[in-house]
């Protein structure tokens, strides 16, 4: 029985150093900058304060920085994000995360009252995926004429034509690449992603990321050459 329960007590050791590992590597993973020279983060309020000038030590060459979600809520941080990594000369963007439940003009609205026009900006992103606060699944010729909506907007008010960032689960219902003549930001874990009709120009390679200048995960982005 005590050579059971030890035997037990070993393999349970084990397993739990080989998760360590495994987490820590997963942690301090990014794809190779051989294969893919330009890198970068996106962040929202949920990433605390962030350490721009140590962040673009550690290879940060980009940042997206959520500005706003749906039609009324402005991320708490953005301005200072903005700020911080300007000032790190951090490249960076603003991202809106659009909600099925809420007019696109109203979603534009207050995309363009919250993000300045400015030059030297990243044309602007929207994440379409789906939000458990919201349950309206609309068909998707309605879909499509929502987002052309905003788009253009949006697009009008920076002046660049704008990256659209798509889930798999929002993709596969929509299939907004077919629909869409945009570039393309798709999401998978370490291994790249072919969910889309249209290959991809940006990929977020991990949600799990720990880097210097941020407390917790971060999104890694990277830029198809």
Same mark, same amino acid.
């Given at each position: 029985?005590?050579?059971?329960?030890?035997?037990?007590? /070993?393999?349970?050791?084990?397993?739990?150093?080989?998760?360590?590992?495994?987490?820590?590597?997963? /942690?301090?993973?990014?794809?190779? !900058?051989? #294969?893919?020279?330009?890198?970068?983060?996106?962040?929202?309020?949920?990433?605390?304060?962030?350490?721009?000038?140590?962040?673009?030590? &550690?290879?940060?060459?980009?940042? %997206?920085? #959520?500005?706003? !979600?749906?039609?009324? &809520?402005?991320?708490?941080?953005?301005?200072?994000?903005?700020?911080?990594?300007?000032?790190?000369?951090?490249?960076?963007?603003?991202?809106? $995360?659009?909600?099925?439940?809420?007019?696109?003009?109203?979603?534009?609205?207050?995309?363009?009252? &919250? /993000?300045?026009?400015? *030059?030297?900006?990243?044309?602007?992103?929207?994440?379409?995926?789906?939000?458990?606060?919201?349950?309206?699944?609309?068909?998707?010729?309605?879909?499509?004429?929502?987002? $052309?909506?905003?788009?253009? #907007?949006?697009?009008?008010?920076?002046?660049? !034509?704008?990256?659209?960032?798509?889930?798999?689960?929002?993709?596969?219902? %929509?299939?907004?690449?077919?629909?869409?003549?945009?570039?393309?930001?798709? *999401?998978?874990?370490?291994?790249?992603?072919?969910?889309?009709?249209?290959?991809?120009?940006?990929?977020?390679?991990?949600?799990?990321? !720990?880097?210097?200048?941020?407390?917790?995960?971060?999104?890694? $982005?990277?830029?198809?050459?």
């Amino acid at each position: 029985m005590r050579k059971t329960v030890f035997s037990i007590a /070993v393999v349970a050791v084990v397993l739990l150093v080989i998760a360590f590992v495994l987490h820590n590597i997963a /942690v301090s993973w990014a794809p190779s !900058r051989d #294969q893919y020279p330009v890198q970068g983060i996106s962040v929202d309020e949920t990433s605390g304060n962030i350490g721009w000038h140590v962040a673009g030590a &550690t290879g940060v060459d980009f940042a %997206y920085i #959520q500005a706003t !979600r749906g039609a009324e &809520t402005r991320d708490a941080n953005f301005a200072a994000n903005v700020s911080g990594a300007r000032e790190a000369g951090i490249r960076y963007g603003a991202l809106h $995360n659009y909600s099925l439940c809420r007019l696109a003009t109203d979603q534009a609205t207050i995309f363009v009252t &919250t /993000v300045p026009r400015a *030059e030297n900006m990243l044309p602007p992103a929207v994440r379409l995926a789906f939000d458990h606060g919201c349950g309206e699944r609309p068909g998707r010729a309605l879909v499509l004429s929502e987002l $052309n909506t905003f788009l253009n #907007q949006i697009e009008s008010h920076s002046g660049k !034509r704008a990256i659209i960032a798509v889930s798999r689960d929002f993709e596969e219902m %929509y299939n907004i690449s077919s629909g869409m003549d945009r570039t393309f930001w798709l *999401e998978a874990n370490f291994f790249p992603p072919d969910y889309a009709t249209k290959p991809w120009v940006m990929w977020r390679a991990s949600d799990m990321r !720990r880097i210097s200048g941020v407390d917790g995960p971060i999104n890694w $982005n990277v830029v198809r050459p």
